[in-house]
């Protein structure tokens, strides 16, 4: 750890979101769009990170990486501890070498993300001659290893191909095999089955637990879908409007979700609906950052608000053990779960 | 009464070759499915399956190679100019992104009042404007949102414009294009009841296209399953989730995502491999089949019944659990 970096007191193996304030330019303004997020990924388990779009879930695990600065991302206060030492205070080959490395992505666009211009053999191996000390030979030999651990059937011809001639499913396989190339201790998934078909979904969400729990990995698993949550998440935190409105196990959010917001939100899944019936809504749109209530931030959309529901809230405002929720009315009768139009 | 009859439809296209030549690629094969009125015909597939194809040669976006179709009776698919015109006026399309639907430089007023141009245009300025206003306000956009344009809306709000643009024209059939793929769960299901609602008070029959099941399970009456071009079961949505005949369907009800933890099922030992590729002859689903046998490199079947009967084109079905 080098010496000048600002150290955490906890060193045990983590990756921490501590505190962490996220400014973004609208309008050539700074607004914030993340607002003291607070996270503890572990080595061997699932973190759900799940909220709808613009709630703050993906430019919170880009900064994780450090991603985001260019298109004019600013952290405002709080910071990132990786086994302790601090993201923010890691010189900038230190931060390159972690990237990919100690801590790697796997993205939503398996169409995106390849370069069509290469083959897949020497996307790989350019990563693993980026992060390991191999010659060509060893990184060819690591490549193929790697395609056979991600179930790729046939790894040798793949090698030689070129993206578009793969499906979307087998695209992802090699965006995750490149994930894996330097042997990460933590992995960020934003999104890694959105694109794909749901019987490809599955194939690669069993791959992903099967990597997860052979590799010891700590994964931050970004998404929208609390069918994925329900996969593969061993903890949860729930995110709306730029905070963590709710956390706790998998089995604490899914048993007995508690603040309003989660529980609507799992209401209106056509999956646990009767056929044909009207679906729960949650009332209203998700305020953009910039137009966010000094108090609850769900409050303009939510049955239960009362004038206290002004003031700001603490994550610990209802509690059970490990499990909390941002609400003063956490399990109150939520007439919300209500149908309206 | 079949509000919306499709009959032996196919359409290929050619792959690959820059300048013609390439391969001819059979997208849809021999589809034949019937919409009644009032109901909600789901066609589900993954990507490729042709349910767009199929779809977009139902409203004749798209001529068919082989086949016919046939809106409130009369046949569409050969109907041209100014009698396709007038046909159009029943059938009406949503289209999955609201926003690449809608230009971007026409106000929401001009946008969704297109339509009254065309099918209407006794109508002047003013009835133009208050039709749409009162067809907006049907699908819950307030007046305010007249004389705004399509950035200022949130995606939600963009598919109820989407609607209300389709509507406008009183159609009584809606083509729905994968409506809510691109929307968030809890505005997805805003959309979905305010389609509901609307079907009920206009009568309404809807074709709807989609790959999500679960939301197919929600909406629909009845389902085609598509896979490679062809519909390998269609019946009743109690039918078709309830007690699945042909194998792509039970294992396209397998790999739903899951609703709560509990659920968890570990790896079934296909080692997590991809099945891919569809045989060019035989049963379209033998190569990924595990039921497949000998005889099924011999089966080519496509359904040909319209009946509301629960078919499957399939030797060896599953047994009804």
Redesign the interface.
Known sequence: MAGHSSVNTNTARSLEVRELSLSVPISGEHVEAVSRVSLVLKPGRVLGLVG??GCGKSLTAQAILRLGEHQGVMRESGDIFLDGESLFSMEEERLRRMRGGHVSMVFQEPMTALNPVFSIGSQITEVIRLHLDMDKGEANTRALKLLHDV?M?DAEAVLKQYPDAL????RQRVLIAMAMAADPAYIIADEPTTAL???????II??L??LQRQRNLGMLLVT?????V??L?DDVAVMYAGQIVESGS??QI?NRPAHPYTR??MG??????E??A?????AG?VPPPGNWPSGCHFAKRCPLADTACSEPISIDAWSDGKHQARCIHAEEKLPGLE?A? | MSVLKADGLSKSFRRGGLWGGGISHKAVNNVTFALKEGETLAIVG??GSGKSTTARMAMRLLDADEGSVHLLGEEITSASGNTLRILRKDIQMVFQDPFASLNPRMKIVETVGEGLRVHRPEMNHQQRREKVAETLALC?IGEEALDRYPHQF???QRQRVGIARALIVEPKVLVLDEPVSAL???????I???L??IQKERNLSYLFIS?????V???ADRVAVMFAGRVVEQGT?EEVFGAPRHPYTK??L???????????KE?NGN????R?GVAESGCVFRLRCAFAQDDCAGFEASIQSDESEHTYACLHPLDKS
Request: net charge negative; aromatic share 2%.
């Open positions: 709808e779009s179930g059937q499906s979307g499913g087998m078909d749901v019987s490809v979904q599955k194939r069993q791959l637990r099967d929208h879908d609390f069918g994925l329900a996969e998440a998998v089995e899914f609507a939100l209106c899944r056509p999956e646990v609906s056929p044909g009207s679906l729960p809504v949650i749109q149908v139009l | 993954e990507s819950g949130s995606g939600g968030d769960v809890s505005v997805q299901a805003q979905l009841n305010l509901k609602k790959h999500d099941l679960s939301v399970r929600h909406v949505i294992m396209l397998a790999a739903r995502p899951i609703a709560h933890p509990d659920q968890r790896n080692g997590g491999l991809d891919e």
